[in-house]
């Protein structure tokens, strides 16, 4: 499992914060007495957010054993007892419900992304699925673990991650096959070799100016399948012409009952559903002494 960053950390710290309040005016009648529950998936799932239900539980001092084989990224069936968690009964209690809610979430997240990648896996073996910046304000980088958890690609975490011409961008540069040459040129200049740049592009006009200007990816966005294949052998020989590799990427209107059309096609498949049109995982925590 992955340690979560300082960045993780503040955003789990703040939740377990704006949730509590000033205090559980319910949870504290215990008054230090200890206790035991077990964490439960209520579905089949590839869970997601084990680290972080370690890291919660432990700001309550609670103590947190996991279930043989459990592990972010498995798979888990319905009633599975994922865990068991010792500690004080006030502080189990206030977290029960970031835990099981940050669980969830994340945990829709991965199964669906498993569920996509293993379709494109099938149907062409090295192509890789990706999600987008399509993420819920504050929680977009524990999503992006989930995608990862279920086998996606994460696409960037911020917008430093990479330089990324989209459509507006091209728009204030006036669009079409002569704003994307000037957009690449004018990152190259800011920041020279040391950046990696990609391109969206709706036409293959644009698309051969992003392998003129020495784009690393392009993204096609919004193509039918077919568009999309004869798209993609125009550029994939118009980069083979300057001997580059080049990274082809396609995005927007792609589902999991349409992803097998765009899959062959390029490298990489991306699909903001991933992460913003997920159906959650259910968890339960039942106290067991």
């Known amino acids: 499992m992955m340690p979560l960053t300082y960045e993780e950390k503040k955003v789990l710290k ?3 914060r704006l949730d509590s309040g000033k205090g559980d005016l319910t949870s504290c009648i215990f008054n230090g007495d200890i206790g035991t529950a077990k964490i439960i998936a209520e579905d089949d799932c590839v869970p997601s957010g084990f680290e972080a239900l ?3 539980f432990d700001r309550v001092g609670a103590q947190v054993t996991l279930s043989d084989g459990a592990c972010s990224g498995s798979i888990c069936g319905k009633g599975e007892v994922i865990a068991t968690v010792e500690g004080p009964m006030e502080g189990l209690l206030r977290a029960e419900r970031i835990v099981l809610n940050t669980l969830s979430r994340m945990s829709g997240i991965a199964t669906n992304a498993r569920k996509v990648s293993d379709i494109v896996e099938k149907v062409s073996p090295g192509t890789r699925v990706a999600g987008t910046r399509k993420t819920t304000p504050m929680f977009g980088l524990l999503e992006k673990r989930a995608l990862i958890d279920g086998g996606a690609l994460p696409h960037r975490p911020d917008l430093s991650a990479m330089a990324m011409l989209k459509d507006n961008h091209l728009a204030a540069l006036g669009g079409g096959p002569d ?3 000037c957009g690449v040129e004018m ?3 800011k920041y020279g070799p040391y950046v990696n740049i990609e391109v969206e592009v709706e036409d293959i006009s644009s ?3 992003a392998v003129e200007a020495g ?3 392009i993204m096609l966005d919004n193509f039918t399948p077919g568009g999309l294949s004869k798209a993609v052998m125009e550029i994939r020989k118009a ?3 300057q001997g580059r590799d080049i990274t082809l990427e396609a995005s927007g209107g792609i589902t ?3 992803v097998e059309e765009y899959a062959p096609h390029v490298d990489v498949v991306s699909m903001g559903s991933l992460t913003y049109n997920v159906s959650i995982i259910g968890f339960k925590m039942e106290y067991t002494n």
């Open 14 to 16: 703040r939740a377990m």
């Open 207 to 209: 698309g051969l100016a």
């Open 179 to 181: 704003a994307v040459l």
């Open 239 to 241: 980069a083979d012409d």
């Open 215 to 217: 784009a690393d990816i």
């Open 256 to 258: 999991p009952k349409n």
């Open 54 to 56: 370690e890291y919660l």
């Open 187 to 189: 990152i190259r200049e």
